[in-house]
């Protein structure tokens, strides 16, 4: 079992900048591929960005390229999300999600066969 916890939501201004993590239990980490999806009031949730289990490789929504970098570090197990040039629409909650099997494509396309999710951090941008 897997139990990943988040943190570093806030309220910021609009440009403002925010850096999330996600901290992950678990041994084999390092082959979990890992994201973030967020849940806007009113809205269905949706992908953000992803990566592999190495880092090597990351695969972001086309809302976010640019202004969001998402980072691992497997030595401690933790996933980041820097996120820059916050605007008022990227307010929802964000969730960190781990699957040890889907590939990263699949991670996107079907976020409802990942098999871990953290309980979300609010991110608030004000205008």
């Known amino acids: 079992q897997?139990?990943?916890?988040?943190?570093?939501?806030?309220l910021v201004q609009a440009g403002g900048s925010l850096r999330l993590s996600c901290a992950?239990?678990?041994r084999t980490f390092s082959t979990y591929v890992m994201g973030w999806f967020r849940k806007?009031?009113?809205?269905?949730?949706e992908f953000v960005v992803g990566i592999s289990g190495s880092g090597?490789?990351?695969?972001?929504?086309d809302f976010v390229k640019g202004r969001f970098t998402i980072t691992r570090d497997n030595?401690?197990?933790?996933?980041y999300l820097?996120?820059?040039?916050?605007k008022p629409e990227d307010t929802a909650v964000y969730y960190c999600a781990a699957d040890p099997v889907i590939?990263?494509?699949?991670?996107?396309?079907?976020?409802?066969?990942?098999?871990?999710?953290?309980?979300?951090?609010?991110?608030?941008?004000?205008?």
Do not use: C
Request: glycine letters at 14%; zero cysteines.
């Open 75 to 79: 030595a401690k197990n933790t996933v």
């Open 24 to 26: 992950a239990s678990g």
């Open 2 to 10: 897997v139990q990943l916890v988040e943190s570093g939501g806030g």
């Open 103 to 127: 590939s990263l494509g699949y991670f996107r396309r079907s976020p409802t066969t990942v098999h871990y999710w953290g309980k979300g951090t609010p991110v608030t941008v004000s205008s």
């Open 56 to 61: 090597d490789t990351t695969d972001y929504v």
């Open 82 to 86: 820097q996120m820059n040039s916050l």
């Open 40 to 45: 806007a009031p009113g809205k269905e949730r």
